[in-house]
Structures are given as C-alpha cells and as structure tokens.
C-alpha cells in the first residue's frame, strides 16, 4: 500500500470504499511522527557543536526507523483487517452450523480489526517519549518539526482510540472489550500528559 | 510531490534533507482529513435511507474536494517556499548593494514561508467546520472517521502554527509578524473549540 502515490492514497481515501479509512490514516500519521523526529537528528548530527549527542542521536534515529517500519505495516494491516471482516459477514448462513461458524468468524474479524488500532496506540506512545527527547536535544533549526511529530503522534493515537471504540460494542467477549478499553483509557491519560510536556519544552526553546 | 510513492515520501521526511519537513506532514494530515469528510459523505450517500441529506451530502464531497486539491498543492508550496528562502541565503555578499539585495530576499523568503502554514491554517478552520457537519449527519458506521478527520486537521493546524512561530523571529516587518501572530492565536482558539464541540458529537453518538 506504501508503494502507491500520494495522490492515489487520498483519493481512496476519499472515495466510497472503506479502505483506506481512518486507520490507514491514523498509522500514516504515526509514520510522519517517526519519520521527523528521524530527521531532526539527521539535521542536528549534521550541526558543528554538537558532539556530545551524538550517540544519543543516532539511538533515536535507529528507534524512529524502527517505529516508523511498524507503522507503514500497519497502513496494510488496519485494511486486511477489515477485508477480514467483510469477508466473515459474507460467510454462508445455510445451516445452523454454518451460521455459529460466520457469528465465531465475525467475532475473530472484529478483535482483529481491533488489535491493529490497540498496536498503533502503543507505537504512539513509543513515538510520543522519543519525540520528547526530539525536543530536548535536537537542534533549536528544526525545533517546530519535533513539535509537528507530537502533533502527528497525538492525532495517530487519538484517531486509533475511535477506531477502537466503535469496534467494542460488537465484541461479545467481555474480558477482551475491558482490557481493550482500559488499554484505551490509559494510553490517553499517558499521552495527552507526554504531549503537553513536550509541546512545553518546545514552546520554551522556541521563544 | 503527490506523484511520490508514500514510502519515498516518508523516507525523504526522515532523511536530513529539510523537505519535505514539518510543513510538507502539515499539509498531508489536512488533505487525509478532507479526504475522510468526502469518503463519509460517499458511505452516508450509497446507505438507504438516508435520501433526505443527498444535497448537504453532496455539498460536503464538493467542498472536501476542493480543500483536499489546497492541501495537496500545500505539500510541494511548502518545499518551494523553504528552498526559495535557502537561495536567497546563498545570494552573493560582495558589496554594499549585493548586501541589501540579499537582505531582501532572505526578509522575503521568510515571508513566502510564513504565507504557506498561514494558509494552511484557514483551510484546516474551514476542514474543521465541515467535519462537524459531516460527524453530525455523517453514516454512524463511519463515524470515527468524521472524528479521526477531526484529529487529523487539529493536528495539521496546531502544525502549521509551529511553523508560523518559529519563522516569524526572523521577520522584520513588525505589521507582518503581529498580523500573523493574531491570526494564529484566533484560529488555535476557534479550532480547539470547534474540535472538542465534534469530537462531543461523535462520543455522544457512539455510545
């Protein structure tokens, strides 16, 4: 899917089909995340006087890379989840037994489709603590691209939450939809304080 | 830069070349976020039952698709606007006079370069406007996707003001940089209310 063009992307997003949707965009917007706070330590590697970071750098260059990888995967996976899906509903209903077979293939199909979004989420949060050293160490030129990588990260982690909680009300396993939605409600407390204080450290270099 | 494969593009974002930067992943999460409005609107319209809200459907593809086309051109104007400033750095210092010119350019440069995330702002306000109407009368099987559209051009907007602040400290032209610091204040305020008023539409019409 990453080996299509930006142009075809967006105007299947915008079109009628449901993939890519919401979660396609949400991992592509991880990706961005991962990919400037990468090249904010390509850009400050790159500056004289900056030496003593060097190390540190490089690690965060090897873990956005990393991120970044899961990321695009997840542009493909959040669709083959929910071809998955589709394809369950599709399942034949001519019998009794074939009916418990399609109702067991929905469920899986939903807490697939579900396990992508809760994947992005934990990248996000990933993302979102590298992007706060992004902030603190990278050089003051690229300073708003470390804030542009919170923003991304936050809206990627914020928009996996949706597609996450409009899956749970068909999930009829109870122990699943709590953890998914404790996992949820977490994530958000952690994520919403990670930014803040990252958007902080960069309103506070940059003025 | 739309004809790029998403793959290249990240893979630029991340390298140490400044663009595509933070104002290129701006300028994308706006046009995902337009491009989500027009794919509620084309689910809401292929539902039955839905006939009375054809129009304002209708309506929305149009103004989703025109704001989609200024998100996407924001991509490549970015870049064309950072590397107009960068020529005029390497503008030539020989005398007096070459010295003045080139302080032109360079004030000029930082302008071109405030002027693209100012209007990504205004099309980020105006994407937010639509995707309350699009969360308000949009399919409730596409809901989140209203709501990640939400995320999506918060984002792309809160972005965008990094890139106007951390610009304007070069800028000389006192009426230029209080304009565009008014303007900035303004829409971070409008948007974050208009934000947490859709994102209230689409919790109150998941649960």
Redesign the interface.
């Known amino acids: 899917?990453?080996?299509?063009?930006?142009?075809d992307?967006?105007?299947e997003?915008?079109?009628?089909t449901?993939t890519p949707?919401?979660g396609g965009?949400?991992a592509?917007?991880g990706?961005?995340g991962?990919?400037?706070i990468?090249?904010v330590a390509?850009?400050t590697?790159?500056k004289k006087g900056q030496d003593m970071q060097l190390q540190e750098m490089e690690q965060q260059i090897k873990e956005?890379?990393v991120l970044?990888q899961e990321f695009?995967a997840m542009?493909s996976a959040d669709a083959v989840a929910f071809d998955g899906l589709m394809s369950a509903f599709k399942l034949p209903k001519h019998s009794l037994d074939a009916i418990d077979r399609r109702a067991l293939a929905i469920q899986q199909g939903y807490q697939d489709a579900t396990e992508v979004p809760l994947s992005c989420i934990r990248a996000c949060l990933h993302g979102l603590a590298l992007a706060h050293r992004s902030a603190e160490q990278g050089h003051r030129n690229?300073?708003?691209?470390s804030?542009?990588?919170v923003?991304?990260l936050?809206?990627?982690l914020?928009?996996a939450i949706?597609?996450v909680?409009?899956n749970v009300p068909a999930i009829k396993d109870q122990s699943f939809v709590d953890a998914a939605l404790n996992e949820v409600r977490a994530a958000e407390e952690e994520a919403s304080a990670s930014a803040a204080m990252t958007l902080d450290v960069?309103n506070a270099r940059?003025s």
């Open positions: 899917m990453t080996t299509q063009s930006i142009a992307f967006l105007e997003l915008a079109s009628a449901p949707g919401g965009a949400a592509l917007m990706a961005m991962a990919g400037l990468a090249m390509h850009v590697v790159g956005a890379g970044r695009t542009i690229v300073l708003s691209d804030g542009v990588a923003h991304a936050l809206a990627a914020r928009s949706l597609n909680q409009i960069v940059l």
